[in-house]
């Protein structure tokens, strides 16, 4: 078995949902303060902007897939 299928079947535990509810929060907050920047300005923002949206996007995912779980276990 793969390690990204190990990592797939454990569950979140309470702390740690806690802790990616509170990054992905963040990650809305800079891209919200990013989303008029000049990339003329600050050079490469918009790669910046789309790693911020890969991240929020696999934190999300993460988040969903934990609670499928327990809604399919319950």
Do not use: F, Y
Not at 6 to 30: C, G, N, P
Not at 40 to 59: H, T
């Amino acid at each position: 078995m793969k390690l990204t299928a190990v990592q797939h079947s454990m569950d979140l535990s309470k702390t740690d949902r806690a802790k990616i509810t509170d990054t992905v929060h963040s990650i809305q907050l800079a891209q919200a303060s990013l989303a008029d920047i000049d990339e003329s300005k600050v050079p490469k923002v918009n790669d910046i902007q789309n790693c911020l949206d890969g991240a929020d996007r696999d934190l999300r995912r993460a988040l969903r897939q934990t609670s499928a779980r327990k809604k399919s276990t319950s």
